[in-house]
């Protein structure tokens, strides 16, 4: 197969958009293994059940418990209404998955979260049916051409917006107190609530914190992707992985993470085989972890052990 | 009333004489149903391929059991449904349990892959099968009693390639196909039916299961510069999102697909990007039968939405009236008469066409090629295998 420069750029932009959201959603899995020690295997659903409630109120004619309803709403309202809602549901998710849990050790609610996945899932098709739905982009056209190169603006989207709540992390976490109270009870709830840090509100702002990251993951994606019940499911499974090879723990980790598979998976689909795709990444998420059992940013992690 | 030694004796006294001399007239006035097993995804991955194949038979049963010319013994048909899921180890549990349900007949999952799973449990019992899944392998498994009531992957996959050569005057063909048991069934009939016309394809490319980003496939076909592309798959949800992105990333060469192509869920989830593309399907609306049309009319009244024809509901419905017409015509349910009688299948009238068994239980044996103008499915050509 001979280099083609072209090939190898769109192969980039694919692979970097699908890795920002691989990286979005295991900064959600990070976030809250760092606040309550335990994996929140409802990610995934953090990311297709605002898309689901988004397309409801976006699309001109949608069957909603199978009675078709028309809202149609314009595009920004709906992301706004949908990320209001969602604040909700990460402190109804804190508080029904996790509160009354969190003194009976973390297998009861790494359970719990089992739990809401399936019931979401299951929900959701009650709900909204079997149906794949397309989500209206906020681009009028699907492809920008510069010459031979062709790029869809969602992807560039993807990046870009990734690229920008990756900035805002590091501000609150560097530079707010909010963050550093996150901190502070992400490294020891007891001493943080020792200095006066109210270990529960931050956990309840982790948890939603979470929901919206996976919420803007499903509203960015779900136009390519289109909505289906299982679309949370496979990204959560690729996020996990990324925030392994990063350092479970490591919010650098989750995002270098999270772009490393999308990158590798796609260049590797294309250099040796679309077939063993999936291989590839696992293959050299061992090997990562062979070589740094920690992970690639682990030392936080190691420090906390 | 105390029930003492003496007064429990006389109540089921009474009980079994009533038994004896009238109730069995009373009771007996509600007759036995037929016990038709069904084995659909309804959850999973594949929920919405199993949906259709519920509505399908749900459909069916619910007109064959208003019509006293249709039912058998005046005995309403019973759906007993099991689950498959999306996986083959659940197909395989779903099947054992329906096994112990009585049932007379079973319709299997479309899913061929599930189906070969369930083969080794089939084999071990001698009732009907109805199938759906339409890899070659499945009506050569070995299992006594296997029908099959769509065009096999022979028959559309050497459909699709001489369309693509001989219509298209395609002499560099790529292929594109999922990495289930149909995907790669489908990609195998394809490159052996380039074989006997000389060629091979220039591009072979599978994609992983639940893969959602094409990119890599696309490019490596594009790179490989075809004259026309062939897709063997079966999701309508991935085959909408390959069109998607056959488009952004403009591979913009005739597309000749599998019957998901002319799926009604994955044309109306692609759009405008499918709009031109080709496709082998079982059935086009406008081309067909009173059969379909009836169905057509029934379905939309009952589910206010089009069906999915060849892929979901058509075949479905044809299994449940084919089994009707013959538990009514032989004046009996059971297993190694109807498989007999099955086998004898001529000529019988369904919404997918005329069917007539073959020694291996394949009842289909010709598909359309259908083209996407504006959204619509327009029949191009018939080829028969």
């Known amino acids: 197969m001979h280099f083609d420069p072209v090939a190898n750029m769109q ?18 899995f990070v976030l809250i293994y760092n606040a309550v020690g335990v994996v929140n295997f409802a990610q995934g659903e953090f990311v297709m059940f605002p898309s689901y409630i988004a397309v409801t109120f976006l699309l001109p004619a949608i069957t909603v418990f199978g009675t078709v309803v028309h809202w149609q709403l314009p595009i920004v309202g709906v992301y706004l209404l949908v990320l209001v809602l969602m604040v909700g549901f990460g402190l109804l998710f804190n508080r029904i998955a996790y509160h009354p849990l969190r003194d009976r050790g973390w ?13 979401l899932r299951n929900a959701a098709q009650m709900i909204w049916g079997s149906q794949p739905i397309v989500m209206p982009s906020l681009f009028a056209v699907d492809t920008i051409s510069v010459g031979p190169l062709h790029i869809r603006p969602q992807d560039l989207l993807i990046i870009g917006v990734t690229a920008v709540l990756i900035a805002f992390q590091f501000f609150l976490f560097e530079r707010t107190t909010l963050g550093k109270q996150m901190r502070a009870t992400a490294q020891d709830r007891a001493t943080a609530r020792l200095v006066g840090v109210r270990v529960g509100r931050i956990v309840a702002i982790t948890f939603v914190y979470s929901a919206l990251l996976g919420t803007i993951s499903g509203l960015l994606v779900a136009p390519l992707f289109t909505v289906t019940k299982e679309m949370g499911a496979l990204i959560a499974l690729k996020a996990f992985a990324a925030s392994i090879v990063g350092g479970f723990g490591s919010i650098p980790g989750a995002i270098v993470g999270g772009l490393a598979i999308g990158v590798i998976e796609t260049f590797g689909g294309f250099y040796i085989s679309s077939a063993y795709v999936d291989a590839i990444a696992f293959i050299i998420l061992i090997s990562v972890l062979l070589v740094r059992p920690q992970g690639l940013f682990g030392e936080r992690v190691a420090e906390k052990a | 009333m105390r029930l003492d030694r003496k007064n429990f004796l006389a109540t089921t006294g009474a009980v079994a004489a009533g038994a004896a001399i009238g109730f069995p007239a009373i009771v007996g006035a509600a007759p036995e149903p037929i016990r038709l097993g069904t084995i659909p995804c309804l959850t999973g991955s594949n929920a919405l391929l199993g949906q259709q194949e519920h509505e399908g038979a749900a459909l069916a049963v619910e007109e064959i059991n208003a019509r006293p010319d249709k039912v058998y013994g005046g005995r309403p048909f019973e759906i007993v449904e099991e689950d498959a899921t999306n996986d083959n180890q659940s197909a395989v549990s779903a099947l054992n349990k329906l096994l112990g349900e009585n049932v007379v007949a079973i319709v299997c999952p479309v899913l061929s892959t599930q189906v070969q799973a369930m083969a080794p449990v089939m084999k071990t019992h001698e009732i009907p099968w109805m199938t759906g899944g339409t890899a070659v392998k499945n009506t050569q498994l070995g299992v006594p009693g296997m029908f099959r009531l769509r065009g096999s992957d022979g028959i559309t996959g050497a459909g699709m390639t001489n369309f693509a050569v001989k219509d298209k005057k395609g002499k560099k063909i790529a292929i594109l196909h999922a990495s289930d048991a149909f995907g790669v069934g489908g990609a195998d009939q394809i490159v052996q039916s380039l074989k006997k016309l000389g060629m091979e394809p220039v591009a072979n490319e599978q994609y992983p299961k639940d ?34 992105q056959v488009h952004s990333l403009a591979l913009n060469v005739p ?9 009604q869920t994955a044309m109306e989830v692609a759009g405008k990007d499918a709009y031109g593309t080709y496709c082998a399907v079982d059935f086009i609306v406008g081309f067909n039968s009173n059969v379909a049309t009836h169905f057509l009319t029934s379905f939309f009244r009952k589910y206010h939405h089009l069906p999915d024809v060849g892929t979901g509901s058509g075949w479905v419905y044809d299994a449940v009236y084919m089994l009707a017409d013959t538990y009514k015509k032989q004046k009996g349910t059971d297993p190694k008469q109807t498989i007999a009688s099955l086998k ?42």
Do not use: R
Not at chain 1, 107 to 113: E, F, G, K, L, R
Not at chain 2, 255 to 263: A, D, F, M, Q, T
Not at chain 2, 351 to 366: I, W, Y
């Open chain 1, 11 to 28: 192969l980039l932009v694919s692979g970097l958009a699908f890795g920002s959201i691989y990286a979005l959603v295991a900064l959600g």
């Open chain 2, 344 to 385: 004898g299948i001529k000529n019988w009238d369904g919404v997918l066409g005329t069917f007539s068994a073959d020694a291996e239980g394949n009842m289909v044996h010709s598909v359309s090629i259908g083209q996407n103008q504006d959204g619509k499915l327009h029949l191009v050509k018939k080829v028969s295998g």
């Open chain 2, 211 to 244: 893969a959602k980003d094409f990119t890599a496939e696309i490019l490596k076909i594009k790179q490989a510069a075809p004259d026309v592309v062939l897709m063997y798959i079966q999701n309508p949800s991935d085959t909408a999102i390959i069109l998607k």
């Open chain 2, 255 to 263: 597309i000749v697909g599998s019957p998901s192509l002319g799926n």
């Open chain 1, 107 to 119: 297998m009861p609610v790494v359970i719990s979260t089992i739990g809401v996945s399936i019931f």
